[in-house]
């Protein structure tokens, strides 16, 4: 499919959002670069620097656990400060219009939540990371907690009073996904009548069949994102602008 030129989108993405009841917004990192958070595939993105530490790994040695904490507190300097969008921002005002029953996510950066849009109806499929939780009693941490005593230990993770390991709550590659979340997701993509996707790339499964799941219970289904994917080709409009210049008309307050 052809992605017509910004205003021309623009006032496409206005009537199809016009004529819908429950529009279901499934954003990925695209949706905060202009946040200054990069994202994973795009040249210089986080990707391309450091390789994640599975899940496994993490487990296994407390020298990885070191290293994904210290990685995490670089990542805090860097990105902590970051604030919504116009993106983020779009949405919560069709959110409080009454537009949206939800909005599933990829990312982890609670900046949905930061927008007004209550955390009940945010789907975060891969977690959020600006929190921890210990792994075996499922404690939560304030990243502060885990900072006080990660630089008072020279560098070393903490563990919970439990013995359990401390992680952010996020999903790393080789972390199950998390079932109640699917689950809503896949209600919502079900009973949506548009589908949104926002800055996405939408390789990663199981997360990427939401829009075809979306597309197949009737559906109508946009993709708005700098790149090509895989599923331009079912969908009933491409936007290939940026994800702030197309959505800040929708910018209502
Ligand atoms: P991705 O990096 O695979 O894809 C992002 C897509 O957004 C790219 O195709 C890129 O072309 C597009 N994009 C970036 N900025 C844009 C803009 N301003 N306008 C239009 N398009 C833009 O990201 P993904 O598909 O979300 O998958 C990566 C995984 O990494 C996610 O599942 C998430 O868990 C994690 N992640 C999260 C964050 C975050 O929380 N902000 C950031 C990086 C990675
Ligand atoms: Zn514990």
Redesign the pocket.
């Known amino acids: 499919m052809l992605a017509p030129d910004l205003p021309t989108a623009i006032a496409q993405l206005r009537d199809l959002i016009d004529g819908s009841d429950a529009i279901v917004p499934f954003?990925?990192?695209?949706?905060?670069?202009?946040?200054g958070?990069?994202?994973?595939?795009?040249p210089g993105?986080?990707?391309t620097r450091a390789r994640p530490i599975d899940f496994g790994d993490f487990i296994a040695s407390q020298a990885m656990r070191d290293e994904a904490w210290r990685r995490r507190f670089l990542m805090q300097e860097h990105f902590g400060g970051a604030r919504p969008g116009r993106g983020h921002r779009a949405l919560a005002c069709l959110y409080r219009a009454g537009k949206i029953p939800g909005v599933i996510t990829?990312?982890?950066?609670n900046?949905h939540q930061v927008s007004g849009i209550p955390p009940q109806d945010i789907v975060e499929?891969?977690g959020n990371?600006t929190y921890a939780t210990c792994l075996d009693c499922a404690r939560h941490y304030q990243l502060d907690w885990v900072r006080e005593r990660f630089d008072a230990a020279g560098g070393r993770a903490p563990d919970c009073s439990c013995g359990g390991h401390i992680k952010t709550a996020?999903?790393s590659f080789g972390q199950a996904m998390p079932e109640d979340a699917m689950q809503r997701a896949s209600e919502l993509s079900a009973a949506c009548d548009l589908f949104v996707v926002i800055?996405?790339?939408?390789?990663?499964w199981p997360?990427a069949g939401f829009p075809l799941k979306a597309k197949q219970n009737g559906a109508r289904l946009v993709i708005?994102?700098?790149?090509p994917?895989d599923f331009d080709d079912i969908a009933d409009l491409v936007v290939?602008?940026?994800?702030?210049d197309?959505l800040a008309p929708f910018v209502t307050d």
Do not use: K, M, Y
């Open positions: 954003t990925g990192a695209g949706i905060s670069t202009e946040c958070i990069p994202d994973f595939r795009s993105g986080l990707w990829q990312n982890i950066d900046l499929l891969h990371t996020t999903v800055g996405s790339s939408l390789v990663v997360a708005i994102n700098r790149e994917t290939r602008d940026d994800i702030g197309a």
